[in-house]
């Protein structure tokens, strides 16, 4: 788990905050999709060594919404890019780390992802993503 593959960063309106990577920090979209397993619509932003990920909640369930309600805009969590993700999960369940999700789900990318709760993560939100 040594490489970190994106930065999710909560925004309320995509298509408003997306001049502001492209026109003034001079950034590349790389894509934009709907992850319905979340209920996000994401953006990537190529930032050379790493993925900007911007976040717009589809519908009130997401937790991006609720994320955006009590915290307002601004960094969501940090995605580590791994390798065998189910037996990550697995080594970090048994060192007591406290995971959001049993399984693996389909992300943005189609990538597999699962999430570190923060409260055992020192309050940082991690996210497991593992590429095809
Ligand atoms: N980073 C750090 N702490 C966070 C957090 C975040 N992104 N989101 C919530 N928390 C903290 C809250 O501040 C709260 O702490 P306190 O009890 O000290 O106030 C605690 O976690 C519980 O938060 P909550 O607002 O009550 O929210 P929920 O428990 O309903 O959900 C979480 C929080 C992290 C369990 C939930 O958002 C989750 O399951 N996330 C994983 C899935 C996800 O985030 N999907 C969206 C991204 C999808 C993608 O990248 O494609």
């Known amino acids: 788990m040594k490489k970190v593959d994106h930065i999710g960063i909560a925004v309320r309106d995509l298509n408003a905050v997306l001049p502001y990577y492209t026109d003034t920090l001079g950034l590349s979209l790389m894509k934009?999709?709907?992850?319905?397993?979340?209920?996000?619509?994401?953006?990537?932003?190529?930032?050379?060594?790493?993925?900007?990920?911007?976040?717009?909640?589809?519908?009130?369930?997401?937790?991006?919404?609720?994320?955006l309600e009590k915290k307002g805009e601004g960094i969501h969590h940090i995605a580590f890019g791994v390798v065998?993700?189910?037996?990550?999960?697995?080594?970090?369940?048994?060192?007591?780390?406290?995971?959001?999700?049993e399984q693996p789900k389909p992300g943005a990318g189609g990538?597999?992802?699962a999430f570190l709760h923060p409260k055992s993560s020192n309050g940082v939100l991690y996210e497991l993503c593992e590429k095809e």
């Open 32 to 67: 934009i999709e709907e992850v319905e397993s979340q209920k996000v619509r994401v953006a990537f932003i190529d930032a050379g060594n790493v993925k900007l990920e911007l976040l717009e909640p589809m519908d009130e369930q997401s937790a991006i919404f609720k994320f």
């Open 84 to 101: 065998n993700i189910e037996q990550r999960m697995e080594e970090l369940r048994d060192k007591g780390v406290q995971l959001l999700n």
């Open 111 to 113: 990538a597999m992802v």
